[in-house]
T-cell receptor, first 112, second 113 residues
């Protein structure tokens, strides 16, 4: 599985857009990029998944450049309730290989 | 409501005792997973199962055992051989292993003294 690198922590004020970048230089052709959110003492929650270009849903947007060596999770107008750890994962879900590998993630703190 | 349940939320045991953590899902998912999370760390995979009566070791299977006798249930036993069992244990499921969209339970916090 491709290794990912994310910032350990980020701070943001309420109402701002937050962009969390994940580096995955060794991403393989069949790999997808998946992001999860985890609140304290809860299980992670799937946010978004993409392969290339841009994916948007009601929670976030995922931007993936053409070389796919990095990706950016964008959270529009964050609120205090967005304070959580965000995990970037890369892998080929259809390959039947070992499933998800969660790193330490990025701890986002939203300040009033 | 469909979802994953784990019980109990908090569990305390004495060192040397085996303990079984429950995980049940009513999502009709084929694949189920067990993860361990230590403070400030990410999740580490213990065991996973793609189908009933089949399971595979994850990255840190030593000291743990599982069974998958029913599609809905995937209990995890933490044995006395696990050297550092105190942790937050998370169970998850997905439609099958061909997707990375996993649904997680609320977790069980195990403390062994």
């Amino acid at each position: 599985l491709a290794k990912t690198t994310q910032p350990i922590s980020m701070d943001s004020y309420e109402g701002q857009e937050v962009n969390i970048t994940c580096s995955h230089n060794n991403i393989a052709t069949n790999d997808y990029i998946t992001w999860y959110q985890q609140f304290p003492s809860q299980g992670p929650r799937f946010i978004i998944q993409g392969y290339k270009t841009k994916v948007t849903n009601e929670v976030a947007s995922l931007f993936i450049p053409a070389d796919r060596k990095s990706s950016t999770l964008s959270l529009p107008r964050v609120s205090l309730s967005d304070t959580a750890v965000y995990y970037c994962l890369v892998g080929a879900p259809l390959s039947g290989n070992t499933p998800l590998v969660f790193g330490k993630g990025t701890r986002l703190s939203v300040i009033a | 409501d469909g979802g994953i349940t784990q019980s109990p939320k908090y569990l305390f045991r004495k060192e040397g005792q085996n303990v079984t953590l429950s995980c049940e899902q009513n999502l009709n998912h084929d694949a189920m997973y067990w993860y361990r999370q230590d403070p400030g760390q990410g999740l580490r995979l213990i065991y996973y199962s793609q189908i009933v009566n089949d399971f595979q070791k994850g990255d840190i299977a030593e000291g743990y055992s599982v069974s998958r006798e029913k599609k809905e249930s995937f209990p995890l036993t933490v044995t006395s051989a696990q050297k550092n069992p105190t942790a937050f244990y998370l169970c998850a499921s997905s439609i099958d292993q061909g997707t990375y969209e996993q649904y997680f339970g609320p977790g069980t916090r195990l403390t062994v003294t």
